[in-house]
C-alpha cells in the first residue's frame, strides 16, 4: 500500500475523499515535482523573464493578472505531483466564483483533484483546448495550459496570495 507524503497536501497527494481516489502519490513523484529543469516554479522549457507576476495558492493553483482579467491554472508543483493530465471538469463562462470556490476538477493517472478559485470574480473563458489536448497542462502549465480566466471583482485579494519566492518556500515547507 502506498502511503501520502508526509506535509504534502491530501488533496495532491490522495485526491478528494468525496471523489474516492485513492493514494497514489510517494515521496518519489514529491522529489519529481521539485526537480527538473529551470526554477522549481517553472515549467520545462518556460522562463520567467518578460511573463507578468505570478501569485500562487496553498492548494497549488496560480493567477496572474492583466487589465483586471486574472488568468487561473496548476503551478508546475501540482502538475508534476499529479502526472500527467487526462480530463478537466471546468465552469461555464458566466459562472460566479468566490474566493476559494470549487471551479472544477482535474483527472491525471494519479488522481483526481478539485481546482479552487484564488480570487473572487467571473469566469471569462476557459480553456476550450485542454478538451482536446488535457497534456496541455503538463507541457506548459503556466502558458497553453490555463484553465480559465476571470474578471477579478476584488483586487485587494491578490495581496492574500503568495509571491513566487514564498511559494517555492511553501514548496519546502511541505516537503519536510
Known amino acids: 500500500m502506498v502511503s501520502c507524503t508526509p506535509g504534502l497536501l491530501l488533496r495532491w497527494c ?8 485513492t493514494p497514489r502519490a510517494t515521496r518519489a513523484v514529491a522529489a ?17 523573464s518578460g511573463a507578468r507576476a505570478r501569485k500562487f495558492t496553498d492548494k497549488h493553483e496560480w493567477m496572474s493578472v492583466d487589465n483586471g482579467i486574472g488568468t487561473v491554472g496548476i503551478s508546475n508543483f501540482a502538475q508534476e505531483a499529479l ?6 471538469s471546468l465552469p461555464e463562462v458566466g459562472t460566479m466564483l468566490n474566493k476559494h470556490d470549487e ?7 494519479k488522481a483526481v483533484s478539485e481546482l479552487y478559485s484564488p ?7 476557459i480553456n476550450t483546448a485542454l ?35 514564498a511559494y517555492e518556500k511553501y514548496i519546502k515547507s511541505i516537503e519536510e
Open 131 to 165: 478538451a482536446e489536448n488535457p497534456g496541455l497542462v503538463n507541457k506548459s502549465c503556466y502558458q497553453d495550459g490555463w484553465l480559465i480566466k476571470m474578471a477579478v471583482e476584488n483586487p485587494t485579494e491578490l495581496y492574500e496570495l503568495m509571491s513566487e519566492d
Open 32 to 48: 519529481a515535482a521539485v526537480g527538473g529543469a529551470g526554477p522549481r516554479g517553472l515549467g520545462p522549457g518556460e522562463q520567467l
Open 119 to 125: 480570487l473572487t470574480g467571473e469566469v471569462t473563458e
Open 83 to 88: 502526472g500527467d493530465a487526462v480530463y478537466f
Open 103 to 109: 471551479f472544477g476538477a482535474l483527472e491525471s493517472v
Open 14 to 21: 490522495c485526491g478528494s475523499a468525496r471523489t474516492g481516489a
